[in-house]
């Protein structure tokens, strides 16, 4: 089955977190999707950069 995707990042960490998050501001009715290798979320060392790009929750 085959899913629909408008923008594809690959890799989770930092940068493509920050990505997501500033595709879904400039293209709020995109569909996002992020591939990653590990199990996990972010790592530690990107969270003053999400910081930086997040909202309150009801601007996100």
């Given at each position: 089955?085959?899913k629909?995707?408008?923008?594809?990042?690959?890799g989770?960490?930092?940068a493509?977190?920050v990505t997501?998050l500033t595709?879904?501001r400039?293209?709020p009715?995109?569909?996002?999707?992020?591939?990653?290798?590990?199990?996990?979320?972010?790592?530690?060392?990107g969270?003053?950069?999400m910081f930086?790009s997040?909202?309150?929750?009801?601007?996100?």
């Amino acid at each position: 089955m085959a899913k629909k995707t408008d923008i594809l990042i690959i890799g989770g960490g930092p940068a493509g977190l920050v990505t997501a998050l500033t595709a879904k501001r400039y293209y709020p009715n995109k569909h996002i999707l992020i591939i990653k290798d590990v199990a996990n979320g972010s790592i530690p060392c990107g969270i003053p950069y999400m910081f930086s790009s997040l909202k309150s929750p009801d601007e996100n």
